[in-house]
């Protein structure tokens, strides 16, 4: 099949102008239904086709626009107006479908529009995303590093690839590219807290006091680097500094159930079981799945001879952590058929 | 910004812990770390002294190979591995060598299934010392081929006849082997009682009521049986993975009271030492200075068990309330190997437990009033173990500095991690970490040998000063490869002294007694046990590094009996024979 651009003196040309004119009215129910009646009577009708397709994606009809802008680029797969169309289409498809929960069809989209523009920096950002998000690492990162690849000085493609080495363990790498995407953007506060958390995991502890540091620099109400600062000092058993650093946490987010867990713990070491079930308590029923404030309120709870209620905070801090760990593993089980 | 929901990129914590109100803060996650992150040279401080540490596998005779049956459909045995003991077995004054070996698996193998060896293949292996230090096969002449698939051994002499016997635990029954003191072994599982059901791992001898006889103390992993479950990714073959703990039950482990004719009562319930865990690792000390014998249970990804003994001589599992439990964050953790003595010579034995990548190997302080510190981070101990997986782990002094030092047989329990987690390795080298004194330790690995480079599937690990040197060697077991004996040959100038204790009042093997060694640099601590590490059973001598002292002070023991014992101005560099005094 060979397709053709109409002539202007064609009465498709004529329809064609007259649907562009509803578009340009914002009439985009009848400039579909006038471009749709084109391409139906002339489907080789290329800009027909290309403008059937930008106004599907301004109705939102994000399936429609991409089914319109492929059949556009494959025969024109040059086009650079049915590459941005196709590659705005299907992240729109995508965001759709990520917010209606359907994460599969959400990543096929992405996929499917990869396919049609494999060197979109902005499509394989979104498709390593994603893919990210559903665990599929290898997939994600290939993504993500053919975006680097395309556009070294991408910054959201670096920190994408950050998360997702960050997410294979893969922390040396994590490590570099969080560093590479600072050296782009270093006055981001985010990203600074990010790679001190990074260092902090890896026991690099001085390293990381620094990013954190500088993160609270950029930004005075980074709870989170005060939170990670005060788990610095835990570790370190340097109690009096790490409660210095809770205390921050607390004074602008009473209910951080990680820095309520340090304070709590910081008042077990202490011996002071009657403050650190005070503590706990409270991180508990913030932050409920915290494994860390049920296991050290059922050690305060048995030190104050409440053994019940240790045993069932015990009994629970075991099921969250059996629950969190299928999630670490992405263990699941199954008999054989 | 697309997709990206212009989240804090690195919301998840492994360390950290979620932030309330913040679903992205909920997300757990997988700790981390890669093993790449520092080299040994990196981690090894300028003051940190390498040893030196040779394989002389090749030319020990030794010829080992453990067979783990691998199977497409992973059961879990296959990867458990196998233990190691150094004992002399004929009293020559020789370390000899026990090796643990499996038994093949049909793929698939039906429920209900016990293993049994099939040939020469899947023996167990006696390798008896000669006078040049080579070894010589035994096996057959000793009758010590087994039966089962076997995994861990305990040496004790349980019938204090001077000879070493031995207990051997696997899956589907156990073993007990009386030494006859010909260079045979008898069999007496059946008439001594025994024999065990389920799947058993390491066992300790110990005299648990101190009345001068060896009891039993076998631990138990999990309900278990062949069954076909798929774990891992479904996304091919090639990812199914062997099942992680928490899918199976835990079971109590078996405690048997040495009669003292011959036959052992099952005691566990009486005892109170009958909680259900994933038992792999055991140890054994006087925790909290009360004159009674505790035990220290490394279980898998569950809590951790310390067993403290009452006055009335029934114990009581208070692993949480001591803070052994879990690991700083209140989590618990893959306990596997596990170790206790003094580490820093304040007269407290404290712990140290090896785990799974990502969860660092737990370093637990003695504090003294009934509980422990986890150490892991003050020690040094988290920054260099994050991406390693450990298994059997001794303390011992491998330069004589008078500081215990510790090494790990390593390697992941899963042989296709690679695929989920390409910065974890299946097969990893040895970790030595020696002790820095105020409480730090530093991977001196790198630079102490080409052993401590090669790759493997770490399980077993023992240690003895094979040739009687003063200087501790080391033999692992690897899962499904050779057995590698590591012999020491670190240049010092360190003196040291090995004491050699024989009870008399007390069990003959003295377990259980604490020796205190005093130079001039200060004390240190050491609890005779032939326990400990995974699976394994290490040399029952206690070695002491007495640094630049050629003499020690004074050497203090307290014996099991309860007998105190004092020697004056022992000289050092030679292995001393103590017998216990009559009172």
Redesign the interface.
């Known amino acids: 099949m060979t397709l053709h651009v109409p002539a202007q003196s064609s009465p498709s040309a004529d329809s064609l102008e007259r649907a562009r004119t509803l578009v340009a009215a914002n009439q985009l129910s009848r400039a579909n239904e006038m471009l749709s009646a084109i391409v139906s009577h002339d489907p080789n009708n290329l800009a027909a086709w290309e403008e059937l397709a930008q106004v599907q994606l301004s109705q939102s009809l994000n399936d429609d626009a991409m089914k319109s802008f492929e059949t556009v680029l494959k025969e024109k797969p040059d086009s650079p107006q049915a590459r941005a169309g196709e590659v705005r289409a299907g992240?729109a498809s995508?965001?759709a479908d990520?917010a209606a929960g359907n994460s599969d069809r959400?990543l096929a989209s992405l996929a499917r529009a990869k396919g049609y523009v494999p060197d979109s920096v902005?499509l394989l950002?979104?498709f390593g995303?994603?893919a990210d998000?559903m665990q599929i690492y290898k997939d994600a990162e290939a993504a993500l590093s053919q975006a680097n690849k395309l556009d070294p000085q991408n910054a959201?493609a670096l920190?994408?690839l950050?998360?997702v080495e960050?997410?294979?363990?893969?922390?040396?790498d994590a490590e570099a590219h969080l560093r590479a995407y600072l050296k782009i953007k270093p006055d981001d506060p985010?990203?600074h807290?990010?790679l001190g958390?990074?260092l902090?995991?890896?026991?690099?502890d001085d390293e990381a006091k620094a990013e954190l540091e500088r993160s609270i620099t950029l930004q005075p109400r980074q709870t989170?680097s005060y939170?990670?600062l005060g788990?610095i000092a835990l570790?370190?058993?340097n109690d009096a500094l790490a409660r210095q650093y809770y205390d921050r946490v607390l004074a602008s987010?009473p209910?951080?159930?990680?820095a309520l867990?340090g304070m709590g713990v910081l008042a077990y070491r202490a011996k002071d079981y009657a403050a650190a079930a005070s503590y706990l308590k409270q991180a508990v029923t913030?932050?409920p799945?915290?494994?860390?404030?049920?296991?050290?309120y059922?050690?305060t709870l048995?030190?104050l001879g409440q053994q019940d209620q240790a045993q069932r905070e015990?009994a629970l801090?075991?099921e969250l952590?059996?629950e969190?760990?299928?999630?670490?593993?992405?263990?699941?089980?199954?008999?054989?058929p | 910004?697309?997709?990206?929901a212009a989240n804090?990129?690195?919301s998840?914590?492994?360390?950290?812990?979620?932030?309330?109100?913040s679903l992205a803060f909920?997300l757990?996650?997988?700790?981390?770390?890669?093993a790449?992150?520092l080299t040994p040279a990196q981690a090894q401080s300028a003051a940190a002294v390498p040893g030196k540490f040779i394989d002389t596998t090749a030319a020990s005779g030794i010829h080992f190979q453990d067979k783990a049956s691998h199977t497409s459909k992973k059961y879990l045995p296959e990867t458990m591995g196998a233990g190691v003991a150094l004992f002399d077995y004929d009293n020559d004054g020789r370390l000899d060598i026990f090796l643990v070996n499996g038994a093949p698996f049909s793929d698939p193998t039906p429920t209900g299934t016990i293993p049994q060896k099939s040939g020469p293949a899947y023996w167990n292996r006696l390798y008896h010392q000669k006078k040049d230090g080579t070894f010589e096969d035994v096996t057959e002449k000793a009758g010590l081929q087994g039966t089962n698939y076997d995994m861990g051994v305990a040496v004790g002499d349980y019938d204090n006849d001077g000879y070493e016997d031995l207990y051997v635990t696997g899956y589907g029954g156990n073993h007990l082997y009386h030494n006859n003191g010909n260079g045979t072994f008898t069999d007496v599982t059946k008439q001594s009682g025994t024999g065990g059901s389920g799947w058993s791992t390491s066992a300790a001898w110990v005299d648990l009521d101190n009345d001068g006889l060896l009891d039993l103390v076998v631990l138990r992993y999990m309900k278990w049986d062949f069954?076909?479950?798929?774990?891992?990714?479904?996304r091919g073959p090639e990812y199914r993975?062997y099942?992680?703990p928490?899918?199976f039950p835990a079971i109590a482990p078996l405690v048997y009271h040495n009669d003292g004719n011959g036959h052992f009562t099952e005691v566990s319930a009486k005892l109170g030492i009958d909680k259900p865990g994933k038992g792999l690792g055991i140890a054994l000390a006087d925790f909290d200075r009360d004159g009674r014998m505790d035990l220290a249970i490394a279980n898998d990804?569950?809590?951790e068990f310390l067993y403290h003994q009452k006055p009335n001589g029934t114990f009581e599992e208070d692993g949480?309330?001591s803070?052994m439990a879990?690991d700083?964050?209140?989590?618990?953790f893959a306990g596997m190997g596990i170790d206790a003595q003094d580490y820093d010579n304040d007269g407290l034995a404290d712990l140290v437990i090896t785990d799974l990548a990502?969860q660092r190997y737990a370093l637990f302080r003695n504090n003294g009033d009934g509980t422990f510190?986890y150490a892991t981070?003050?020690s040094g101990v988290?920054?260099v173990t994050?991406l390693h997986s450990g298994w059997g782990i001794k303390f011992f002094d491998y330069d004589n500095d008078g500081l215990k030092d510790f090494v790990v047989a390593q390697g992941h329990d899963i042989d296709n991690i690679e695929l989920?987690?390409?910065?974890?390795r299946y097969k990893e080298p040895l970790l030595l970490m020696r002790n820095m004194g105020h409480g730090r330790f530093a991977d001196v690995s790198g630079a102490s040998g080409e052993v401590f480079k090669q790759a493997w599937a770490g399980r077993g690990l023992a240690v003895g000063d094979l040739d009687n040197d003063g200087l501790e060697d080391v033999v692992v077991a690897t899962n499904d490869g050779p057995a590698y004996v590591i012999h020491n040959e670190t240049p010092t100038t360190n003196h040291w002294l090995t004491l050699d204790l024989v009870g008399h009042k007390s069990n003959r093997d003295a377990i259980g007694a604490e020796i205190k060694v005093t130079t001039s640099r200060g004390a240190q601590w050491w609890t005779v046990s032939t326990a400990g590490s995974y699976l394994s059973s290490s040399d029952k001598r206690a070695h002491f590094g007495l640094g630049a002292d050629d003499h020690a002070k004074s050497v203090e023991i307290l014996w099991p009996s309860g007998i105190r014992q004092e020697l004056s101005d022992v000289k050092g560099d030679r292995i001393l024979r103590v017998d216990e005094p009559a009172k």
Request: hydrophobic share 35%; with cysteine.
């Open positions: 992240i995508a965001l990520r959400a902005e950002i979104a995303i994603q998000s959201k920190y994408a950050a998360h960050l997410d294979e363990q893969k922390m040396n985010s990203a807290y990010g958390h990074l902090y995991m890896l026991s690099k989170e939170y990670e788990q570790d370190a058993h987010a209910d951080h159930g990680g867990t913030y932050a799945d915290y494994v860390t404030a049920h296991r050290y059922a050690m048995g030190r015990s801090a075991q952590t059996e969190q760990e299928k999630l670490r593993h992405g263990y699941t089980l199954r008999p054989i | 910004m697309p997709l990206s804090p990129l690195f998840r914590r492994a360390r950290g812990i979620p932030r309330a109100h909920q757990l996650t997988a700790p981390l770390l890669s790449l992150l069954e076909d479950l798929w774990c891992g990714e479904k993975s099942c992680h928490d899918v990804s569950m809590i949480l309330m803070q879990v700083g964050d209140g989590r618990t990502n510190d981070h003050m988290d920054t994050m989920t987690y390409p910065d974890l």
